[in-house]
């Protein structure tokens, strides 16, 4: 899984595993909540770039294949912490995972039903609506919606008006219909 620039995110209930390079990439991340995860087997577990991240949610953390940590009381969490390396220009800092778990997760097929009831799937629409209209993909998209709308309103007033057609007449109502508010 790779992660840039990303904030502010709860990543949970995920298997990563068997990876020939790495399992988890993070480059400029911050606050992302990670949790309830299977990290298994993977050459580098993860590799984090200018990141700050959680690793737990206060009850539990993630299953790391290569923790060597011992459960003295049983409750399948780890008694030390799980270190993730984060590389900064200044040097390497440490992440912490502060309960681990000692079994891998049983990821659910599909999230609880009280979770799909309770979900705001209107707000997450627009939430995604609203990023991609203002990503660079969505501007341009935006730009030639408007464009190709504005040619068709000016061949229809055009057609209307039983005119011939002429590149310089399109081009004067296509900047006229641009101009007026």
């Given at each position: 899984m790779i992660f840039y620039s990303s904030f502010n995110?709860?990543?949970?209930?995920?298997?990563?595993?068997?990876n020939y390079?790495?399992?988890?990439?993070?480059?400029g991340c911050s606050q992302?909540?990670?949790?309830?995860?299977d990290i298994v087997d993977n050459d580098d577990q993860t590799i984090c770039w200018y990141c700050s991240n959680i690793w737990d949610n206060a009850i539990e953390g993630n299953y790391w294949s290569d923790y060597n940590g011992t459960d003295?009381?049983?409750d399948g969490i780890g008694d030390e912490p799980y270190q993730i390396l984060t590389l900064h220009l200044s040097g390497e800092s440490y992440d912490t995972d502060n309960f681990p778990l000692m079994r891998p997760v049983i990821?659910?097929?599909?999230?609880?039903?009280?979770?799909l009831d309770d979900h705001d799937w209107l707000a997450e629409f627009f939430s995604v609506?609203?990023?991609f209209v203002t990503s660079t993909i969505g501007i341009i998209f935006l730009v030639i919606t408007f464009s190709v709308i504005a040619l068709i309103?000016?061949?229809v007033i055009v057609v209307k008006k039983k005119?011939?057609?002429s590149q310089t007449s399109l081009l004067a109502h296509f900047c006229i219909l641009g101009i007026k508010k």
């Open positions: 995110n709860s990543i949970h209930d995920n298997i990563i595993a068997f390079h790495l399992g988890l990439y993070f480059d992302n909540k990670f949790f309830r995860n003295t009381n049983s990821i659910p097929v599909s999230p609880p039903k009280d979770e609506i609203v990023g309103v000016i061949l005119r011939p057609i």
